[in-house]
């Protein structure tokens, strides 16, 4: 079944305690891209890539680091959370110029 | 500012009526996307509509896109209580590489 898989699904921490979030897809899309959602703000985009090793900033970057070793893999990394990345984190992956298939969600709470 | 935004933020039918949808964006586009999102959960895609199109149909949905208005419209006909969701318009700017920017939502619930 064509997916994008994130873990974990739901993740309570503290502010300055690292932490990866995972995000895979097997539909071998160039693009992948990491989003957060906050009420009244929408959807706005934090990392993308269009390929392997080709990685830039979306509209709200700070304090997020990514990386694309392989083609089916996109971490988003937070090296020292802090309460204000409390949000909704979405993956997405589609062929360049089409449809983007969405993970189902990472629900982060940083205290 | 977003680039694209929807009309109206929230919408309130009864099953069986239509409900519409709009998406304003600022700049020239390769292609509008609508997406559905259920509470919390991943967004799901719905129809995308190239520059070069006017309008799509997908089932019970029809997506228009003027691009001289730069603007484009979602209606859902005969609604059922399960299109309770909130509706995205998302551009592929022609400067933008593939990035999706999103609107902030229409809100659709459909009262049984």
């Known amino acids: 079944e064509a997916q994008v898989t994130q873990n974990p699904r739901y993740l309570i921490t503290v502010t300055g305690k690292k932490l990866t979030v995972t995000c895979s897809q097997n539909m071998n899309h160039e693009y992948m891209s990491w989003y957060r959602q906050d009420p009244g703000l929408g959807l706005r985009q934090i990392y993308y890539?269009?390929?392997?090793?080709?990685?830039d900033k979306g509209d709200v970057p700070e304090g997020y680091k990514v990386s694309r070793k392989e083609k089916r893999n996109f971490p988003l990394i937070l090296e020292s959370p802090s309460p204000n990345q409390t949000s909704l984190y979405f993956c997405?992956?589609?062929?360049?110029?089409?449809?983007?298939?969405f993970g189902p969600g990472t629900r982060l709470t940083v205290l | 500012s977003q680039q694209g935004e929807e009309d109206p933020q929230a919408l309130s039918i009864q099953e069986g009526e239509n409900a519409t949808m709009n998406c304003s964006y600022k700049t020239s586009i390769n292609n509008l996307q609508w997406y559905r999102q259920n509470s919390g959960r991943g967004l799901v895609h719905l129809i995308l509509?190239?520059?070069?199109?006017r309008e799509k149909h997908s089932g019970r949905l029809r997506v228009t896109l003027d691009t001289s208005k730069k603007s484009s419209s979602l209606l859902i006909t005969a609604s059922r209580a399960a299109d309770t969701a909130s509706y995205f318009c998302a551009t592929d700017a022609e400067a933008a590489g593939n990035k999706l920017t999103f609107g902030g939502g229409t809100r659709v619930l459909v009262k049984p």
């Open positions: 997405a992956s589609s062929r360049i110029g089409d449809e983007q298939f």
């Open positions: 890539s269009m390929n392997v090793e080709v990685t």
């Open positions: 509509i190239r520059s070069n199109e």
